[in-house]
């Protein structure tokens, strides 16, 4: 509880800052809400030229970072991307607004398949526009590790290992690997299977190089560790800088994750973030972002583009095999997340 009002707090006072220009209505802007390093910076202003529009623009680290930035309630955000878990957790709590998809053309380069995916959070598929998807996985440093190995998340549980290991810094995907370790779902509320997967973590710490976001890839690249728990899009950007890394999905299952758009209640311009929506899904605009953010795009016009070999890239793009072996995160109420969240600190502060 200790660390989640310091994040709440932390998005306050972030957020300070932006609060006099944009809390005030200003029919001419848009006011964006996305993670870190996941747009092509280029075309903020490509859109601002194209709209005569303003883009006032935010990011966050974490998806649970973004849920306290958005509920400090000090920007009134008009566009906001995120994690598929903390999306349905904002529409529960009535947070969002359907989405005129007459306003949005462009739409319709979207991938109906990745639409049914969508459907885990977004029943009707009436309020989000997924943006990119994934996995959550092994990478591994092929001189150091026998990939035969990297099958189980067992691996990253091996003494030998001691050191060279990296874990997400962050709650829900570090504590999944342990959960489907385990043979449980990881969107379990049972203490009991929690506080397991807590020894569990625990018995593995030891072990760990350390516990990274952003800079998990850069890390591999250079052959700091020999394995680590990543998000595929990461490990695709990583094995592009070295040819040594490879990339597994555990037979146990894993996470699969759709980070999508979605207008937040407190929009004031939603003809603009409408605009600035159909302006995502354009071909041109989709395929920018592919190549600088190099995550898997449910966008079908960019991936006809693509050359065969980055389109059977099963890290970049898995297969339905994979896909259908993973779980979406589900919100948890509020009591786990206050456990979820003491469990955290628990095994920080080992």
Same mark, same amino acid.
């Given at each position: 509880?200790?660390?989640?009002? &310091?994040?709440?707090?932390?998005?306050?006072?972030?957020?300070?800052?932006? $609060?006099?220009?944009?809390?005030?209505?200003?029919?001419?802007?848009?006011?964006?809400?996305?993670?870190?390093?996941?747009?092509?910076?280029?075309?903020?202003?490509?859109?601002?030229?194209?709209?005569?529009?303003?883009?006032?623009?935010?990011?966050?680290?974490?998806?649970?970072?973004?849920?306290?930035?958005?509920?400090?309630?000090?920007?009134?955000?008009?566009v906001?991307?995120?994690?598929?878990?903390?999306?349905?957790?904002?529409?529960?709590?009535?947070?969002?607004?359907?989405?005129?998809?007459?306003?949005?053309?462009?739409?319709?380069?979207?991938? =109906?398949?990745?639409?049914?995916?969508?459907?885990?959070?977004?029943? /009707?598929?009436?309020?989000?526009?997924?943006?990119?998807?994934?996995?959550?996985?092994?990478?591994?440093?092929?001189?150091?590790?026998?990939?035969?190995?990297?099958?189980?998340?067992?691996?990253?549980?091996?003494?030998?290992?001691?050191?060279?290991?990296?874990?997400?810094?962050?709650?829900?995907? $570090?504590?999944?690997?342990a959960?489907?370790?385990?043979?449980?779902?990881?969107?379990t509320? %049972?203490? /009991?299977?929690?506080?397991?997967?807590?020894?569990?973590?625990? *018995?593995?710490? =030891? &072990?760990?190089?350390?516990?990274?976001?952003?800079?998990?890839?850069?890390?591999?690249?250079?052959?700091?560790?020999?394995?680590? *728990?990543?998000?595929?899009?990461?490990?695709?950007?990583?094995?592009?800088?070295?040819?040594?890394?490879?990339?597994?999905?555990?037979?146990?299952?894993?996470?699969?994750?759709?980070?999508?758009?979605?207008?937040?209640? $407190?929009?004031?311009?939603?003809?603009?973030a409408?605009l600035?929506?159909?302006?995502?899904?354009?071909?041109?605009?989709?395929?920018?972002?592919?190549?600088?953010?190099?995550?898997?795009?449910?966008?079908?016009?960019?991936?006809?583009?693509? %050359?065969?070999?980055?389109?059977? %890239?099963k890290?970049?793009?898995?297969?339905s095999?994979?896909?259908?072996?993973?779980?979406?995160?589900? =919100?948890?109420?509020?009591?786990? $997340?206050?456990?979820?969240?003491?469990?955290?600190?628990?095994?920080?502060?080992?």
């Amino acid at each position: 509880m200790k660390q989640w009002k &310091l994040v709440f707090l932390s998005a306050v006072l972030c957020t300070f800052f932006l $609060t006099g220009c944009a809390s005030k209505n200003d029919p001419d802007t848009v006011t964006i809400l996305n993670y870190g390093k996941y747009f092509e910076p280029g075309l903020l202003d490509q859109f601002e030229e194209e709209t005569g529009l303003t883009v006032k623009y935010e990011e966050y680290e974490s998806p649970e970072e973004m849920y306290a930035k958005y509920k400090a309630g000090s920007i009134h955000y008009d566009v906001a991307c995120t994690s598929d878990y903390i999306i349905q957790k904002l529409h529960e709590e009535g947070e969002t607004l359907e989405i005129d998809f007459e306003n949005i053309p462009e739409f319709s380069n979207i991938d =109906p398949k990745y639409l049914n995916y969508c459907k885990n959070f977004d029943a /009707d598929n009436s309020f989000t526009i997924p943006y990119f998807f994934g996995t959550v996985g092994i990478l591994y440093n092929t001189t150091m590790v026998d990939p035969a190995e990297t099958d189980t998340w067992s691996v990253l549980w091996d003494k030998k290992y001691s050191g060279q290991i990296i874990m997400e810094n962050s709650v829900r995907d $570090t504590y999944m690997a342990a959960q489907k370790l385990l043979g449980v779902s990881c969107n379990t509320t %049972d203490r /009991d299977v929690l506080d397991r997967s807590l020894d569990l973590l625990l *018995e593995q710490k =030891p &072990l760990v190089y350390s516990y990274l976001s952003d800079e998990t890839a850069d890390w591999m690249a250079a052959g700091n560790a020999a394995l680590a *728990e990543v998000y595929s899009g990461e490990a695709a950007y990583a094995q592009s800088l070295n040819e040594d890394l490879a990339f597994s999905v555990p037979k146990e299952g894993s996470n699969m994750w759709v980070d999508a758009w979605f207008i937040p209640k $407190t929009c004031r311009n939603k003809k603009n973030a409408e605009l600035f929506l159909n302006f995502l899904c354009r071909p041109d605009a989709a395929m920018e972002n592919f190549d600088y953010v190099y995550y898997a795009t449910p966008n079908k016009a960019v991936f006809e583009q693509l %050359d065969p070999e980055i389109q059977n %890239d099963k890290t970049i793009f898995p297969d339905s095999e994979t896909l259908d072996n993973c779980e979406f995160f589900q =919100p948890l109420d509020e009591i786990t $997340t206050n456990y979820y969240t003491e469990l955290w600190e628990a095994l920080k502060a080992y």
